[in-house]
């Protein structure tokens, strides 16, 4: 499968931005999907994650209560809502498929993997 991550950009603190990820060649509907980030210098750290159906989702701490994963099969894409976005939050987001049917959390199970897309906040 082939991912495409966009929606990435420059926002102030506090704003909102919503990021998709568009998938491609295998059924989508048979992956779960995740969102992970690596900021500079740090290494790369589970966002959110979930299962084929999206019956089930999973989130880091730190985003939880502002950040909100969802899956449109029929549209072969997985969004992250991002809102009370934070300068921590800044980072480059990337998407991920999972031939599990469960959200996953660990990074090494994912085998498919999308370019990434820049979220920038500002304080």
């Known amino acids: 499968v082939q991912l495409q991550a966009s929606g990435g950009g420059l926002v102030q603190a506090g704003g909102s931005l919503r990021l998709s990820c568009a998938a491609s060649g295998r059924t989508f509907s048979t992956y779960s999907m995740g969102w992970f980030r690596q900021a500079p210098g740090k290494e790369r750290e589970v966002v959110a994650g979930?299962?084929?159906?999206?019956?089930?989702?999973y989130y880091a701490d730190s985003v939880k209560g502002r950040f909100t994963i969802s899956r449109d099969n029929a549209k072969n894409t997985v969004y992250l809502q991002m809102n009370s976005l934070k300068p921590e939050d800044t980072a480059v987001y990337y998407c991920?498929?999972?031939?599990?049917?469960?959200?996953?959390?660990?990074?090494?199970?994912?085998?498919?993997w999308g370019q990434g897309t820049q979220v920038t906040v500002s304080s």
């Open positions: 979930i299962s084929r159906s999206g019956s089930s989702t």
């Open positions: 991920a498929a999972a031939e599990y049917y469960s959200a996953r959390r660990d990074s090494k199970e994912y085998s498919y």
